[in-house]
């Protein structure tokens, strides 16, 4: 079984950055790829990005393209999502989930294992 613990949220003013990192631990190797989305209140869960664990290869939601970043560092098997020019819009609980596929893909059912999340608002 796998361990998954968000980290990094907090307050923070519009134009602002945070880095959110995902760690993971336990039974991780059968899992691909390592995926993040996030939930403001009285929204749905809405995904926001993903990444590869073996190439790098990510995806963004048109949203914050341009503006976060995902990386990995599989030495700690630890994935990050830095977040800049950040806009009121994106206040919510960010979450990190595995997925089992060898692929990249925006839809929850896709992915198993969730993390309990991290809050993250930005003030105007």
């Known amino acids: 079984q796998v361990q998954l613990v968000e980290s990094g949220g907090g307050l923070v003013e519009a134009g602002g950055s945070l880095r959110l990192s995902c760690a993971a631990s336990g039974r991780i190797f059968s899992y691909y790829a390592v995926g993040w989305f996030r939930q403001a209140p009285e929204k749905e869960r809405e995904f926001v990005a993903a990444?590869?664990?073996?190439?790098?290869?990510?995806m963004y939601a048109d949203s914050v393209k341009g503006r976060f970043t995902i990386s990995r560092d599989n030495t700690r098997n630890t994935v990050y999502l830095e977040m800049n020019s950040l806009k009121p819009e994106d206040t919510a609980v960010y979450y990190c989930?595995?997925?089992?596929?060898?692929?990249?893909?925006?839809?929850?059912?896709?992915?198993?294992?969730w993390g309990q999340g991290t809050q993250v608002i930005v003030s105007s």
């Open positions: 989930a595995v997925s089992t596929l060898n692929g990249l893909y925006s839809t929850r059912p896709f992915y198993g294992f």
């Open positions: 990444i590869k664990w073996n190439d790098g290869n990510s």
